[in-house]
């Protein structure tokens, strides 16, 4: 069945019936399904929270429920920031490897007021992390690059921690730390 109609055929879904697909499918899924399930999603307005069981499923599921929760992010930014923080307080008991993908959550849609604080903690804390990887960290670099608009007490943390993660990472990384910088030291916040 062509992506066409596979996507009209989900139309018809109802929610319960798309979350026991999920459940059954997420492990196995590739990204053209995921972006279906995220059309499907969205054009329904199908509330994130009758999904967030897949969370507490094993890692494979919950990763790509992730993935598809940036599928969202991209397609609707606003469809997620709603849930965000939901989606936070949800992911605080669980594998800590999943609040990794908040960096890019944040990147998408924005930080949700109520969990800013959070948000500057944790990106700070992939910024410095030997343990999280660049992409992460790129992520980390650009969401907090972004809030130091609104919190401008930042720039200076901000700054000492790239200069200690500068020359630590990929040429990519280090392009757009630099950049960042530059930014910074010209006294203007511009989205990179």
Known sequence: MGADKLLQFNFMITPSQLYKELKFSLATSTGEKRKIWAVIIIEKNIDIKCFSKLLKCEQKIAIRFLWLLSDIGILNPNKLLAELPFLFDLCKGLNPLYKT?????????????????????????????NDTNVTIKSRALFVLFKL?????????????????????????????????????????????
Not at 155 to 172: A, F, G, P, T
Request: aromatic letters at 10%; glycine letters at 6%; hydrophobic letters at 35%.
């Open 101 to 129: 993908s908040f960096a890019s959550f944040w990147m998408y849609c924005g930080v949700p007021k109520e969990n800013e604080g959070n948000a500057i903690d944790l990106l700070f804390d992939f910024l410095l992390s």
């Open 148 to 192: 130091t608009k609104k919190y401008p007490e930042i720039k200076n943390e901000l700054i000492l921690c790239i200069n200690d993660q500068i020359d630590k990472h990929s040429i990519d990384f280090k392009k757009r730390a630099t950049k960042i910088l530059n930014e910074i030291d010209n006294g203007g916040v511009n989205d990179t």
